[in-house]
């Protein structure tokens, strides 16, 4: 089983949250839906060969860059949702907790960080070894955020 799914747009929406906006779109069959659904659960890693991210205390804001860290995300089954950073090279070993679902349409993410706060990552491309998110990722152990959008994601 291969599914290959690429998304080119969003839908005009009318919701208040321009990050929640995309997911009332049309649903899509429950089929589909649970293909979708099941070909995220499994652990994806993403390499930052090179990268930066943003630290934030109170309102000061620290740039500190990324050599050879590995993102890794984690979709669970029962929604639960297990993000990783590690950087050897920095020192950084970070590994926070969420939650996660599929939005109605079956083309984003609803991530909700340990906080409780939901951000969208949309999928931009699905198959069974291949995930590439459009996503603004953050840390909230360590106040990151990446200065990129989008992650190629394969499957552990």
Same mark, same amino acid.
């Given at each position: 089983?291969?599914?290959? @799914? *690429? %998304? &080119?747009?969003?839908?005009?929406?009318?919701?208040?949250?321009?990050? %929640?906006?995309?997911? #009332? $779109? =049309? +649903?899509v069959d429950s089929g589909q839906f649970a293909v979708i659904s099941n070909s995220?659960?499994? $652990?994806?890693n993403h390499r930052l060969p090179f990268g930066e991210f943003f630290q934030y205390e109170g309102e000061a804001i620290e740039s500190i860059p990324i050599e050879n860290a590995m993102i890794s995300l984690q979709f669970q089954q029962n929604g639960i949702l297990i993000r990783r950073l590690t950087c050897p090279e920095a020192g950084l070993q970070l590994e926070e907790y969420g939650s996660w679902r599929l939005s109605p349409n079956g083309k984003n993410l609803i991530l909700e960080d340990m906080n409780g706060v939901e951000t969208v990552? $949309? %999928?931009? /491309?699905? #198959? +069974?070894?291949? @995930?590439?998110?459009?996503?603004? %990722? $953050? /840390? #909230? @152990?360590? !106040?990151?955020?990446? *200065? !990129?959008? =989008?992650?190629? /994601?394969?499957? &552990?």
């Open positions: 089983l291969s599914l290959c @799914l *690429s %998304i &080119q747009g969003h839908d005009a929406l009318l919701s208040p949250n321009p990050d %929640i906006d995309i997911l #009332e $779109t =049309t +649903m995220v659960v499994g $652990t994806w990552a $949309t %999928i931009k /491309f699905l #198959e +069974m070894d291949e @995930l590439v998110l459009d996503w603004n %990722i $953050t /840390f #909230e @152990l360590a !106040r990151l955020e990446a *200065s !990129r959008n =989008t992650y190629y /994601f394969n499957k &552990q």
